[in-house]
């Protein structure tokens, strides 16, 4: 993308703009600046006025072309063993942390109070650092890249060990794509998940290693925001534990609960007040922070056609021992009941 002069107007130009959106830049000029703000030899404060408008304007009407109006709010999959108010962890510090346990699987149930996902620690309280003491969590696996976790350090319970698993090294470039083509944003989500897969297969490899421990449990694993990166590890766990398809898709989209609460909480950060200031509706933020439900069902039509199962892909893909999977079905897999129990509460 570079800055080019047209007419006496500064204006972006290069492959990231459609043709579309070099017309409404120009309209933009012929109906609103020329004559006005910058003419042949105009300021450069002047210029960079007319700039920062157009691209709010195009921000804001022009990047939302294309846009499938999807519902997040109601993209929500509620089963018989969804159980929010047992399944949620009522922390002050996070939106989406969960017990994954409950759900039918080969032989039994998983068993609760042994995994949970979650969003980012760095905003626990004193007292929900208290709360995961209370319930005993002994790990925490990271999965994001280390840059984030250096802006966000975690808060980690004491006695809990900490270990950092990046699924990958950089931030993904979302935020000008989310400006300029916001349509694009559900495909970026969808294809990433499948690079996790097929191109970082050795970065889920340790976190399933880490799994087949006795030791680590209770386990907490986080990403992010808990949804994505977790997401897709939660979904192989649960295939592998022999979970029906239907609960694995409704736990993912669990994530899309709490979205307003979501939305709320990264507006208040820099990155949201920035994509707010530059011209993103706040409604379009959904698609940044929610999920899609068919974006997981995709990935397990895909884990399946290509690896055969969660099994085969940890086994053959990732290079997880045997002896490792099945520790982690023996550890996971409890064949007494499958209602939810607090461990916190006596």
């Known amino acids: 993308m570079m800055v080019k002069y047209y007419r006496g107007v500064w204006y972006l130009s290069g492959k990231g703009l459609p043709d579309l ?10 109906f609103s600046f020329r004559g006005c703000f910058v003419r042949t030899g105009a300021s450069i404060a002047g210029a960079v006025l007319v ?23 109601s993209d929500v999959i509620l089963e018989d063993h969804s159980r929010v108010e047992e399944r949620f962890v009522d922390l002050q510090g996070t939106r989406n942390t969960r017990d994954i346990g409950g759900y039918p699987a080969s032989g039994g149930a998983v068993a609760s109070g042994m995994v949970y996902r ?15 003491e209370n319930i005993g969590i002994r790990t925490v696996i990271d999965l994001r890249e280390h840059s984030r976790i250096e802006k966000y350090p975690n808060r980690i319970p004491e ?6 698993m990046p699924i990958y090294d950089h931030t993904k470039p979302l935020h000008l794509p989310l400006l300029v083509r916001r349509s694009r944003i559900p495909s970026m989500f969808q294809d990433s998940y499948i690079e996790y897969l097929d191109d970082w297969s050795s970065r889920i490899k340790p976190v399933f290693e880490m799994l087949s421990s006795p030791e680590a449990y209770p386990v907490l694993i986080h990403c992010t925001n ?10 192989l766990l649960l295939d592998l534990l022999g979970v029906p398809e239907r609960y694995i898709v409704s736990d993912f989209s669990l994530s899309n609960l709490h979205l307003e609460e979501v939305i709320e909480n990264f507006i208040e950060h820099e990155e ?14 959904a698609g940044l922070m929610g999920v899609r439900s ?30 490792a999977v099945e520790n982690i079905k023996s550890l996971l897999i409890e064949s007494a009941g499958t209602a939810l129990k607090n461990p916190a509460v006596p």
């Open 21 to 30: 959106r070099m017309c409404a830049i120009k309209t933009i000029y012929l």
């Open 51 to 73: 700039l920062a408008v157009a691209f709010f304007l195009i921000v804001r009407f022009v990047g939302g072309i294309g846009t499938d109006g999807h519902d997040y709010y």
């Open 118 to 132: 979650s969003d980012n620690l760095s905003s626990l309280t004193d007292e929900d650092l208290q709360y995961l």
């Open 159 to 164: 006695g809990a060990d900490y270990h950092i």
């Open 226 to 235: 808990g949804k994505d990166r977790v997401g897709v590890i939660t979904a």
């Open 272 to 285: 949201g007040t920035l994509l707010i200031s530059m011209g993103i509706p706040r409604s379009d933020l």
């Open 294 to 323: 068919r974006w997981i069902e995709h990935t397990l039509a895909h884990l399946h056609r290509r690896y055969g199962s969660s099994e085969g892909f940890l086994k053959y893909q990732a290079g997880v021992v045997p002896e």
